[in-house]
Structure formats: C-alpha cells, structure tokens
DNA sequence: CCCTTACATCTTTTT
DNA sequence: GATGTAAGGG
C-alpha cells in the first residue's frame, strides 16, 4: 500500500500532457487547439489524412480520443462535411461516447454526422433508403433472434424435420454465421448447406429469406448482408455512397466479421482513373472522375472474393482475401482509417475475423501502420503482466505496451477452496477498500461465464454491499417489452406475423395452437397475412364459439386502435393499447416476484417513447438502439463478464475464477483448439488490462458446475504471468488449508490426489505427448505441428520456457488442460492413425455403450446406445 | 385449452 | 441446482 495518492494521469487517461520530444511539443504548439496534449504517434494517427491507415492501438493507448480528434481534424481543415464520413463503431454506446466526445471538442453541430452510428444501424438506415431494390419495404421490420427462432420453427415444422434433432435454434446459428461471412444462401459451401438436417440446410437458408421477405422483415444479418448485395447489384447505387463518403473510420477493427469487411471494402474502393496513385487523390477529385468501368472492377473484386469463399469449402479458408493477390491497385482504396486492438479480440465465436486486422495492410495496399503503445491507464505492474500473459499468443501483430506511470503494486493472485470462500474473500478485500476511502464505482468484478455471478450477489446482500449488474438480459429482450412491441408492429403494419403470433393469445383469450394453426393453414392457402386470414376466418364457423368470439374482439380492437392511431400521439396510443388489450392487467394480477418489475418496464418502454417522433419511427430503431444503461447512478460495485467489460478501466478490478475449465473455457478448448486458447487469452489480457491501479487474481480448488462438485486446477495462464510482477496470497477465508506458506507444489500435490482420471489412460497419454512436447525438439507431434507453423517454435519456446515464469516447475507441468489442445493439434497436423476402428464397441464414463461411426484424427464419432451420436476425443473411451 | 410433471440443458452475446 | 421446454392429464 505505499501507492503514491496521486498519480498524474489516472482518471484522465485521455488527457495526458504530450509526452514526445521537443520537436513534438513544437509542432503542437504550432497547430490547433485540439491537437494539444497528443503524444506523437497520436498525432500521426489524427493527422495521417490520406489513404488507408491502420491504428493499432493498445488497451488505454487513447484510441477514442484518436478517432475523435481525427474527426475534428478533417473538419477543421475543411477536407470534408460531416455528412460526408462515415463513422462506424459496434456498439451503441461506443457511437455515443464518440458524439459526446465531438460534440465537447467541436462545440456543438454533432447533430450533421448523420453517418457516425453503428455498422447495423447505418447498414439499416442505408437499406431503408434502397429498400425497394432488395424486395423489401422502407418501413421493413428488423427481427431479433427471438422471431428468428420462432420463424424457423415454423419451417421445420412445414418440411416435416424433428426439431429435436435439429434444433431451430442450431439453424439460426448456422444461417447467422452464413451472413456474417457474407454468403447468401446461393453461396453457402455444398458441404456445409448439407450439415444440417440431411442436406436441407442450405435450401432451408433459402426459403427463410423468402419467408423474410413476405413478412417484409430483416434479422441483424441482412441489414450488413442485404446492403451489400444492394450495392454488388446496384453499382450506380454504390457509386452514390462512394462519392459521399470522403473519410472512413471504423472503430475496433478487429471484431469485424466478414460480412462487414466486404462491405467496408465495396464503400472504400473510391471510383479513381487507373494508374492514379492514392496519393494524388485530393479531396473533392473522387466526385468528378467517375469512370463506371473502374467500379465494375471495384465490383467484380469483391464478388470474386465470395465466389473463392464459395469455392473453398473449408470455414477456415472462406475468408475472402486470404489467398488472392492484393486489390486492383488501379482502383486504390480512399481515405479509410481503422482502429482496433488484435489483442483484444474477442468475439471470434461471434463471427468477428481477427485475419481482418492482421491482414489490413495486405487488403490495403500502401497503407500506414501506426502504433499507439503508450499505456495512460494501469501501472507498471500490472501492464508487464498483461504484456507477459499475452505475448504468449502467436496469432498477434505485436505491441509492446509501455507507461511512464510508476510499478504500484503487483498483481496479486489467491486460492481459495471453495468458490464461496473465493466470494468472501473478494466481499472482505472490498470492504477494505471502501473503509480505506476508495470509491465503489472502482470496483469491478470481471468473470468469465454469467453463472458466478450470483454466488457474488448472494455474498454482497448478506453484506450489504452495494453492487450493479452490467450486461444480462437486453431490455428489449424482455418479455414484456417484446410483447408490448408486438402489439405496436401489429398495428403499424398488419402483415407482421411473427408480431401478431406472439401476442395473439397474450393475455390468454382462449386461442390457442389449435386456431393459430388454422389460421396459419387459412393464411397459406390464400397467401395472406396472418391477420388478415383471422378476418376471413372469423366470418365463418371453422372455429368453436368461444374462440371465434374473443379472435372477432381482437380485430376490432386492432382496427379501433389502427384508426386512433391517426389522431392519437403515438406513446398515448400505447398506453391505450396496453390498457385496452389487457396486457398491464395481466402482470398486475400476475402474483409472481418480477411482476412490478415489468409493469415499471413497460411505463420505461412508453417513456423511451417520446424521443421518437411517430410511432414509425420508433419501431425503425428501437431494435437497433434500444439498449440498457440503467441510469441510477448511486456508488455500487460493477459486476459483469469479461466480454461486457471491454472498454471500460477501474481502479481496482477484481478476476476470479481462473481455473482451467472455466477459464480457459473448456468447451471454447474442445470446439476452437488454439484458436479458442489464444482467444481466452485475449480475454485474460483484456481482463487485466482495465485495472489502473490493482488487479486482483482468483482460483478456487473446488468449484460447482452443472450442480455438481468438482475439483478444479489453476489456470494455465496464471502459469504465464511473469513472477516479478506478481504477489501470491493466501486467502483470507482461512479454512481448509492448512497455511503451508503460499500454495507451493505441496498444495497441487494435494489436488491431485482428488482426481481420479489422473490415472486413467487417457491421462497418461496426454502426459507423454505434454512431456515429448516440452522436450522441444524430435517428439512426433511435435514436429509435425512445427512444419506448418513455422513460426510456432520461436515464440513458443520463449513462452514455456522455464525463466521468468511465475509458477514454473512444480505443478504448472501437471496441469490436465493443454494436453487436450495438443491432442487435438496432433490429430490435426499427423493425422495420426487411431487405434480405434470403424464399428469398435466403446465405453464412455458419461454416455455409456455405443460403437465407432467415423475417425477423424483422435476425435471420433460415436453412436451410443442412449445418448446418441457424439463427438470425443479418444483419450474420453475405452474400447469393450 | 390449460395446467401439471418430466426432461434435458447448462459460455461468452456489441447488433 | 435451476431453468426453460415438451409431452400428458384434467
């Protein structure tokens, strides 16, 4: 605790004074205003206006205020109109931070960047403007994955296909990651069309988007996927857009999918004259020298992307770009500038393409690199640690992240036995900070999976302990919000649906699966809407009395509130609606915990309302924008994954739970292999990387998972922290363990002993391979990985090896973990022969009995007998 | 048609 | 261990 009280940068990590030389200093105080206390590779990033530049910038290196000011620069030098760039960011409050930010540098007129906002809401907002073009209306609905869902359903049904065995939802996983990697359904790899349901997977893609287009609706996929086929079938449309957009900056770079690469990439080819060198470009030029056959190939670039990915049947190798020479150089992208951080990349599963960042200058031909490595917001410490932890990955550019901040104190890391004592451990080290005068709200509870968060909730309420809970649910994903959306679509276009299913029998009106299905048969045969079909229905004695009775209430109701809708304000109209229909009823009568909690939503939703000028409006964005950020601002601890965390920094920020498993993931481990590995790591870097002034590391040796106790064993990468920096601490919950000093090699000795599988087979197995590995040289899985990955052995080697590491030796070599990954880099890379074959009768501890259906290096298929078909890895089975 | 019971499932989640 | 979804009985 000898931190000094005040340090000069923390709290204003933005702020900074110009750190560079005198040189530096000179030449900010010569330009203006706003250029004053940028460090000078900040300055070359803001000031770098012309052809495409690259900003790697490092976690609290000052990337916002980078775009920002960048943004003011271009303005201020009257290179453009602030109708004329175009901004992207990912989330909805990274777009407002950056208004916020400009409005406060610019003074006001943020109001004329029509263009800054997020990929989804300028791709929707593009597609609004051209809907026409791509079979859609302008007031087009945007589903959430609920519809989705729910949509597929109904097509699984209608081609007879067990939702069971193949899981709505699965689809809908499928087809999102289609759009994100750009393929319409024409352009899914044959392989991959025919995984699900025997092959109808691809055709299954295929009707959805008809179906979407009958509904006149759009998922989160089509508003980036439609828009660039909008533009590939459209060039004088694209045209238009490419003449607009003057400047281009794209915030976090490196969580791009596909799917928005391609459409950064259509936007950023400026129609040129061959052979003009970028640089000759001047601003204004771009508009007059329309050459249409410059665009075609501009065009036709693009598009032979995509027919390689659709060549290419491999996920991995569908990445357009990823083998085909640079882009025309005649037609030379324009002034685009993208900023991301490869280190912090962490939503792969989600679709995002780290390649898209590692091959920028390779996309981008004569593009500048520029790198922002000064750190304005951890101490010495705690960045060493980060920097260690992830220079352990050998898929990154590099950085090396610096401070001139003093070395404060190290990281700490503490075991405890239980993850409830690892809870009250953390509860009391907080009660210490807040009797030591630090401010809650700098304090941050950062986890892997959702699921420990409560045993932190259940710990602060018996302590009283104000916390928050960031992420969760979306509130528009909330029932009721959903619901009280659903009766507003239904009366602003009649033809909705999905809208019109959802709340049809919400309240209960006594129309049940049976009338919807006769509806749903009603509304096919005569190729109508829903709604119109129960019309029609109504009129005639297909359903029971009662039913009839109460569908007849709710047209007329639909059509009275359709009617007042014209002479009503639009959130008037909604509380109408909501009293009217019974719904507001339903939930005050409902008895349940969470009932007022819903109502309190629904006089939100209505609130949230009145910044929308008609209803119309509101419907366009709510999906888009709508998002949580509840207001209250009184001082609590935050509580939130890891993946919600990044972006924010705290003073003291608090990761328990590493523990391999969990963290790394196991299941991430079992479906991405290094891919996944590297990308917790990431995670682990982003994790450590909010903290300014503490960073607090947590294991427990026996955690509860799916109900179950079990025993758990250090992360892996609290191996690679480097022992220098880092403090290990006895918990201060004080049973179990005797205090055998810090937890040395005994202490693992001792967790071994709680693990049976440690002797199983597999296990050893696993060993061997570990130990042939760690050798170095000559193992045979070894070499076979290193010959296609050259680069492997240099950076590995330094990352296993033995100095520095904090916890080298001892256990840190006993760890149950990386085995699997290096098996599963075996099968990969040797093909190593199985000794299992075809039809061989196995035995598996969880799934039983069962018989081999395929071989794929290690990883086998089995059929068993009870759980049905599975993939594992063979050190999991045993033959009979 | 609604309510009950059994059963499986069980990261992360910007839009 | 809790939660949500699907089939069965009232």
Redesign the pocket.
């Known amino acids: 605790m000898t931190e000094p009280s005040k340090l000069p940068h923390r709290g204003v990590p933005e702020h900074q004074p110009a750190a560079g030389g005198i040189a530096a200093r000179a030449r900010a105080a010569a330009g203006p205003q706003y250029l004053n206390g940028l460090n000078p590779e900040q300055r070359d990033a803001v000031e770098t206006l012309d052809g495409p530049v690259l900003v790697l910038a490092g976690a609290g290196t000052g990337k916002t205020r980078v775009l920002t000011t960048r943004i003011a620069h271009i303005l201020s030098q009257g290179r453009a109109r602030p109708h004329e760039i175009l901004s992207v ?7 407002r931070e950056m208004k916020l930010r400009l409005g406060q540098m610019l003074g006001q007129a943020v109001e004329g960047m029509p263009w800054l906002g ?4 300028i ?2 907002r593009i597609l609004r403007f051209h809907a026409e073009l791509v079979q859609l209306k302008s007031n087009f609905t ?1 589903l ?2 609920d519809d989705q869902v729910r949509l597929l ?1 109904q097509l699984l049904q209608a081609e007879n296909i ?3 065995r193949w ?3 699965m689809l809908a996983g499928l087809i ?1 990651g289609w759009k994100n990697r750009g393929l319409t359904p024409s352009q899914v790899p044959a392989g991959e069309a025919a995984m699900f349901a025997n092959g109808k997977g691809g055709k299954l893609y295929a009707t959805y988007q008809e179906r979407l287009k009958i509904l006149n609706a759009a998922d ?2 089509d ?1 980036l996927l439609e828009n660039i086929r909008l533009f590939r079938e459209n060039p004088d449309v694209l045209r238009q857009y490419q003449s607009r957009f003057k400047f281009i900056l794209v915030d ?1 770079y490196q ?3 596909v799917a928005q690469y391609l459409w950064l990439r259509l936007l950023s080819q400026a129609p040129a004259r061959p052979g003009v060198p970028l640089s000759a470009i001047i601003p204004g030029a771009t508009e007059s020298s329309v050459i249409p056959g410059r665009i075609e190939d501009a065009n036709s670039d693009v598009q032979s992307h995509i027919e390689e990915s659709r060549d290419s049947g491999s996920a991995l190798s569908a990445h357009p770009g990823m083998t085909e020479a640079p882009a025309t150089p005649s037609s030379p992208p324009k002034n685009i500038c993208c900023v991301g951080d490869d280190d912090q ?3 792969g ?4 393409e780290v390649d898209n960042i590692l091959r920028f200058e390779h996309d981008f031909p004569g593009a500048k690199v520029i790198r922002l490595e000064r750190n304005y917001r951890s101490t010495g410490h705690i960045l060493a640690a980060a920097s260690h932890l992830i220079a352990h990955n050998e898929g990154r550019l590099g950085k090396t992240l610096r401070t001139e901040d003093v070395d404060g104190e190290k990281v700490t890391v503490t075991g405890s036995w239980d993850s409830e004592e690892e809870a009250r451990a953390i509860g009391e080290e907080i009660e210490e900070l807040q009797r030591a005068g630090d401010n809650l709200n700098e304090v941050a509870i950062l ?8 045993e932190f909730e259940d710990r602060f309420v018996t302590l009283g302990l104000p916390y928050r809970v ?5 509130f528009y ?1 909330r029932a009721e919000i959903r619901d009280a959306l659903a009766y507003l679509r239904v009366i602003n276009s009649p033809a909705d649906d999905l809208a019109f299913e959802r709340i049809v ?1 919400v309240p ?11 509806l749903h048969d009603h509304a096919r045969k005569r190729r109508m809407p829903l709604f119109e079909a129960a019309r029609a229905v109504v009129e005639t004695d297909e ?2 009395p ?2 009839r009775g109460s569908l007849r209430e709710l047209i007329l109701q639909f059509d009275r509130w359709r009617a007042q809708r014209e002479v009503t304000a639009h959130t008037e109209l909604a509380e109408i609606v909501l009293d009217e229909s019974g719904y507001t009823e339903m939930w005050q009568k409902d008895r349940s915990a969470d009932a007022a909690g819903r109502l309190d939503n629904l006089k939100e939703l209505v609130r949230s309302m009145e910044e929308f000028e008609n209803l119309q409006g509101f419907l366009e964005h709510i ?5 949580r950020d509840g207001g209250a601002e009184e001082e609590a601890v935050s509580l ?5 965390a ?2 924010l920094e705290f003073d003291n920020v608090f990761l328990p739970g590493w523990e391999e498993g969990l963290f790394p ?4 481990l ?3 292999g290094r891919a ?1 590995l590297e ?2 790591r990431r ?1 682990a870097h982003v994790g450590l990387t909010r903290a300014r002034r503490r960073a607090k590391l947590y294991f427990a040796t026996n955690r ?1 998972i ?4 079990s025993t758990t064993i250090p992360s892996r990468f609290l191996d690679e922290l480097p022992s220098q920096n880092v403090e290990i601490t006895e918990s201060k919950g004080g049973s179990g363990w005797g205090g055998s000093g810090g937890y040395g090699p005994s202490r693992f000795d001792n967790v071994e002993s709680f693990g049976s599988s440690y002797s199983t087979p597999g296990w050893q197995r696993a060993q061997a391979n570990r130990n042939r590995s760690q050798g170095g040289r000559g193992g045979q899985a070894r070499g076979g990985f290193e010959e296609s990955q050259s680069s492997f052995t240099g950076s590995r080697s330094d990352a296993s090896g033995s100095r520095g590491d904090a916890f080298s030796g001892g256990f840190s070599r006993n760890k149950r973990g990386p085995m699997v990954i290096e098996g599963e880099l075996v099968a990969k890379s040797t093909g190593t022969v199985s000794e299992f074959s075809l039809s061989d009768r196995v035995f598996h501890e969880k799934f039983g009995y069962g018989h081999v259906v395929k071989i794929d290096g290690n990883k086998l298929t089995i059929a068993f007998d ?3 078909e599975k993939k594992v890895l063979d050190n999991f089975v045993k033959r009979t």
């Open positions: 960011t990912f989330t909805n409050k990274a777009a997020t990929f989804h809401s791709g929707g945007v959430d994955v359903k067990d939702d069971k899981p709505a939802r999102d989160f996929g508003l976090e969580d791009t999918n990349s962490i939503y599963w989600r679709g995002a986890v892997r999976a959702s699921f420990q968060m409560r960031i992420g969760g649910p979306r994903e029998n209960k009106r006594g129309l049940g699966d049976a009338t919807v299905q006769l359903l029971k009662k039913a999906s888009l924008v709508m998002d939130m994954t890891l993946h919600s990044k972006g993931s196991q299941r991430t079992d479906e991405q996944g990308e917790e995670l509860r799916h109900g179950t106790w009870k759980a049905g």
